[in-house]
């Protein structure tokens, strides 16, 4: 009796044991699928990461230009409008021509007379035709001269008036003979000899000068055209591009001052965004590389640009150096605006086929970067080393940390034993 007492004891024992070890198992295992329950988890795998630059600015247009009025006086005629779209140089309003000073209403009459002898100039051929007589006539002077001078260096006929006595009369008688010239006859030729050579080349002077276009007096002429129609342009205010008129001021009877603005002109047909890109990034960043731009103001929609201008000097703003980049929209429509914030995402790297770590896996303990593997239920914290980055991903380039591993979102700073928050590292 005594021997089946012990041999029901120890077989007691033995399934409260293992009752025991099966409550801790399960209260082990439910522990665990809680504690796994409550984190959100990703599996590592291979993809492409394209590795970003992120800033933000303002958009602007390709050009931009506020108008002013030069003159003060009364706005007469006013021919534009807010939304529209007008040519280089076209007249977007006048002053009244008797609310004008005096210089400029004469500036219409000084443009006038200046015009005529600017046309007269490039048209007609009369001084042309003068000029070739002149030129001929002062060449056959010069000629008689050169000849006539010749001809003192030997002997020459030489006139004298004599007189004789004949029937009670002194009659005078005209006598030539062959002779040399006295200094007074050669100094006198040399006289008409000079000025006939200084004839000579004032007409060549006129002669080249008007067959040449009379270049020095016609560009004379439009300057006084220039000058004039400058003057009388402070009557009125012109487009200085091509554009799209975004405001408008004047409104006829309105009276104004020189200064005042008048208009603002907006070239809309590119549209830019200038952001500034720390020294860290800009070398990373050049000419030509895609952008993707989104707007607070246009929800759900991205638009596409790219890069035109990189900065060459560096902005030092409280001792943070950073450099302009410029993009272009590629995409724009009537939605996206001058002065809209846009947040400008550059893509400055494309990686195919990497291991792909979450960023929001990512912590930093004891100065490394670390992410949770989930083992068994459990986090066990790993060291790695990171690659490019873009917002959302970056490359794993160094850990014990392969394709098909679960990570944790989600983790605490840190975990305890066990995988419980607040003690030691739960592995390495």
């Known amino acids: 009796m005594r021997s089946f007492f012990k041999r029901f004891r120890t077989v007691f024992v033995v399934l409260l044991l293992i009752g025991a070890a099966a409550t801790v198992w399960a209260f082990t295992q439910r522990r665990a699928n809680q504690t796994a329950s409550a984190f959100q988890t990703a599996t590592v795998a291979r993809g492409t990461l394209t590795a970003t630059i992120g800033a933000t600015g303002t958009v602007r247009a390709k050009q931009t230009a506020v108008l002013i009025w030069q003159a003060a006086g009364t706005v007469d005629v006013v021919n534009v409008k807010v939304g529209d779209n007008i040519p280089s140089d076209f007249v977007m309003a006048y002053l009244k021509k008797t609310s004008l000073p005096q210089s400029v209403i004469l500036a219409e009459a000084d443009l006038a007379n200046a015009q005529t002898s600017l046309d007269e100039l490039l048209n007609s051929n009369t001084a042309l035709a003068e000029s070739v007589i002149a030129l001929r006539d002062a060449q056959e002077a010069y000629d008689k001269a050169v000849n006539w001078r010749k001809e003192l260096n030997g002997r020459i006929k030489i006139k004298k008036i004599v007189y004789k006595e004949m029937f009670g009369r002194t009659i005078p008688e005209i006598k030539e003979y062959k002779g040399y010239a006295d200094e007074t006859t050669i100094a006198k030729a040399d006289e008409d000899l000079a000025l006939a050579k200084a004839r000579l080349d004032d007409a060549q002077r006129t002669f080249d000068r008007l067959s040449a276009g009379n270049g020095v007096e016609i560009a004379a002429a439009q300057a006084r055209v220039d000058a004039a129609q400058a003057t009388l342009n402070l009557s009125r205010v012109s ?190």
């Open 239 to 428: 487009a200085p591009f091509s554009g799209i008129v975004t405001e408008s001021y004047p409104l006829p009877g309105d009276q104004v001052g020189a200064g005042a603005t008048a208009f603002r002109l907006d070239d809309l047909s590119s549209l830019y965004v200038d952001v500034e890109v720390s020294e860290v990034d800009i070398n990373s960043v050049s000419v030509g590389q895609g952008t993707t731009l989104s707007f607070d103001a246009i929800l759900d929609r991205d638009y596409h640009g790219q890069v035109v201008e990189v900065g060459e000097v560096g902005n030092d703003v409280g001792g943070i150096v950073s450099f302009t980049v410029t993009v272009e929209l590629t995409d724009a429509d009537d939605l996206v605006k001058p002065g809209m914030t846009a947040a400008v995402n550059i893509t400055v790297k494309e990686m195919q086929d990497v291991l792909l770590i979450p960023n929001r896996a990512v912590r930093f303990v004891d100065g490394s970067r670390v992410v949770y593997r989930l083992v068994d239920g459990q986090p066990v914290k790993t060291k790695i080393t990171l690659g490019p980055s873009s917002d959302q991903e970056s490359v794993l380039v160094g850990g014990e940390v392969t394709a098909g591993d679960t990570i944790v979102l989600n983790p605490p700073a840190e975990f305890g034993p066990g995988g419980g928050p607040g003690g030691g590292p739960g592995g390495d």
